[in-house]
């Protein structure tokens, strides 16, 4: 309880910005009912682990860290376990962790203050039911985040690419309608808030059943004080040509894609059901470049899927040094339950120390990309919005239009605020600079 007696709760998130979206949607609910959110664990009359789970090591360290919540725990404390690794384990969770009273898969939030009130009674109970319908449109999220905000579009997904535990863990794919993520754009934009990433697992497959992605493009970017719109992550086979048109032609949409190729290698990229190949991934990048010149490009990369030889190692290699990816997101492949993946001939797993030595490999190739185009940003000027405090000693930190971070130093009244800033420096991933001038010549915001 807090000092008014209203009740507790406390969520950590894992995972993907699904997770940070559906934990603020969390929130709002239970606050609504008369929960005070708090910022950890100790005390707390509920705590709600929301989780992932898109990797076995995933997996593990919520499982750790559920351990080590055993010690937060009063006696009336309500233990809860939500997101996606709740939806694939559902009633086994609770036999393997004791102290969990609370299992509820992504499309279960809803009964979240019922289940609780049933767990301080000493019920135990799982619900992961999917919900087709359930957008959660009555929830009023509950940010934490007074600059950027994430609105979800979309919820599960319909590809079947074989590693992917997420069709399973979040359903068939639903779009919201597309007045109610014009009026939630325009509910974070009164609070002051400028920037908006908008979300779902494939969100350029964007379609209400009138809107498509274009549509939801441009109507977002028209919000009166939206000055930034991102979107994350697409999948290569959406990307329409009026799509790509409307990121061009809509000003507040930033000149950053992250675009998962997964694999260089066609064959791998099959295996995978990815339903694209190389090619098709190198035409995709070539006609978003030509649309928004000097657009920032990342990716995610998986290493050691089955049946990757070295050839098609190499293929993924020779990918990221041909496009050139300003970042990526790399990842030894993790065999999930369920997925198609299981069903691969076991003679075509790729050995541990194979996976590890490609992942050193991989890495070391985006980090010399990502470096020499960082140096050789050192000088030019950028607009940058300011976020947050930075980790490192009083620095604040923020980014530019195409995703790179900026520490400066600076008042956190600067929060929040749009500037040129000069880079004058880089660990090789992140930039330091110097503010030149408040971000006037471009239409401030509100
Ligand atoms: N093993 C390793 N990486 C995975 N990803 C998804 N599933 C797996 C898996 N089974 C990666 C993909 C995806 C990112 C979010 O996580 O690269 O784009
Ligand atoms: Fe997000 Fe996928 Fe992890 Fe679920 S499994 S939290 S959708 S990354």
Redesign the pocket.
């Known amino acids: 309880m807090n000092a008014e007696g209203r009740p507790t709760v406390y969520i950590e998130t894992y995972g993907?910005q699904m997770n940070v979206s559906d934990s603020e949607l969390m929130y709002g609910h239970l606050e609504a009912v008369g929960y005070t959110p708090v910022g950890g664990p100790d005390g707390a009359d509920v705590i709600l682990v929301n989780t992932c789970a898109?990797?076995d090591h995933a997996e593990q360290r919520v499982l750790g860290r559920l351990g080590e919540l055993k010690r937060f725990m009063g006696r009336n404390t309500v233990l809860g376990v939500t997101g996606c690794m709740a939806q694939r384990l559902g009633p086994a969770l609770l036999e393997r962790a004791r102290h969990v009273q609370l299992v509820v898969g992504p499309d279960g939030y809803r009964a979240l203050p019922a289940l609780i009130e049933g767990a301080r009674k000493g019920e135990r109970a799982t619900k992961v039911e999917f919900d087709l319908e359930e957008h959660y449109e009555d929830f009023q999220a509950r940010r934490f985040d007074g600059v950027r905000a994430w609105i979800p579009v979309q919820r599960g997904c319909d590809y079947k690419c074989t590693?992917?535990?997420v069709p399973m863990t979040r359903g068939a794919e639903r779009s919201r309608t597309l007045a109610d993520v014009e009026r939630e754009a325009c509910t974070v934009a009164e609070q002051g808030i400028t920037e908006i990433t908008l979300l779902g697992q494939t969100v350029n497959s964007y379609h209400d059943g009138a809107h498509d992605f274009a549509d939801l493009l441009r109507s977002v970017g028209r919000t009166p004080g939206i000055r930034r719109l991102r979107f994350t992550?697409p999948h290569p086979n959406d990307f329409t040509d009026r799509a790509i048109a409307a990121m061009a032609e809509t000003p507040a949409v930033c000149e950053h894609v992250h675009l998962?190729m997964?694999s260089g290698s066609s064959r791998t990229l099959k295996r995978m059901l990815r339903r694209y190949t190389r090619e098709t991934y190198f035409e995709c990048v070539e006609r978003i470049r030509a649309a928004i010149p000097g657009v920032a490009l990342t990716t995610?990369?998986?290493v050691g899927f089955p049946g990757e030889t070295d050839d098609e190692f190499e293929e993924t290699l020779s990918a990221v040094r041909e496009i050139g990816f300003d970042d990526a997101?790399t990842?030894?492949?993790?065999l999930?339950d369920g997925?198609p993946a299981t069903r691969l001939p076991a003679h075509l797993t790729v050995p541990d120390d194979v996976a590890a030595d490609r992942l050193d490999r991989l890495v070391s190739l985006v980090r010399d990309g990502t470096r020499a185009r960082n140096l050789s940003m050192l000088g030019t000027r950028h607009e940058v919005l300011i976020e947050k405090t930075a980790r490192r000693g009083g620095l604040l930190q923020g980014r530019t239009r195409h995703h790179r971070t900026v520490l400066v130093q600076g008042e956190e009244s600067l929060m929040g605020k749009y500037f040129t800033v000069e880079l004058t420096g880089t660990t090789g991933s992140t930039f330091t600079g110097a503010i030149a001038s408040a971000g006037h010549a471009l239409p401030l915001a509100g």
């Open positions: 993907c898109i990797r590693y992917c535990i992550s998962p997964q995610d990369i998986i997101f990842f030894r492949f993790s999930r997925t």
